[in-house]
């Protein structure tokens, strides 16, 4: 079997002058249920309906350094389903990886960089502790 490389978007992430206030328009207008870290949208997995991913939206001090090198206002996080691997076959391929893989509880991550220099975030999410994360933040325990 083949393994996937890229099974979906795991995020967007963009800069502000005033994220604070980007955030409540969002909140206010578009009726983003927005946190701290922005807003974070669940879905179902197409393979297993009974299985939650999540989507997050953030936006990001304009200051931040957190997209460099690359110079662009945004940056594109894609789930993966095994990182590790995927890092060693994007290394074969000549692909300019950032740093190492880094583990939390939510996840595994490393960054990438595209050829025109943006970069690119990859994420081995734990969609489990998330699910218990958005239960915790919403009172529930469905």
Not at 27 to 38: F, N, P, Q, S
Not at 119 to 138: A, G, N, R
């Amino acid at each position: 079997m083949t393994k996937k490389r890229v099974t979906g978007i795991g995020g967007v992430f963009f800069k502000s002058k005033t994220p604070d206030s980007i955030k409540s328009w969002y909140a206010k207008h578009l009726g983003l249920a927005v946190d701290k870290w922005g807003c974070t949208f669940p879905f179902r997995a197409d393979d297993n309906p009974n299985v939650r991913g999540y989507l997050q939206w953030s936006v990001m001090n304009k200051e931040s350094n957190y997209f460099d090198p690359s110079k662009q206002e945004f940056m594109i996080n894609y789930r993966v389903e095994d990182i590790e691997w995927l890092v060693r076959e994007l290394k074969k391929e000549g692909v300019t990886i950032l740093n190492e893989i880094e583990s939390f509880e939510y996840g595994k991550f490393v960054h990438i960089l595209d050829p025109d220099g943006n970069k690119i975030e990859l994420w081995e999410p734990v969609d489990s502790f998330l699910d218990e994360y958005e239960k915790t933040k919403k009172g529930t325990t469905e």
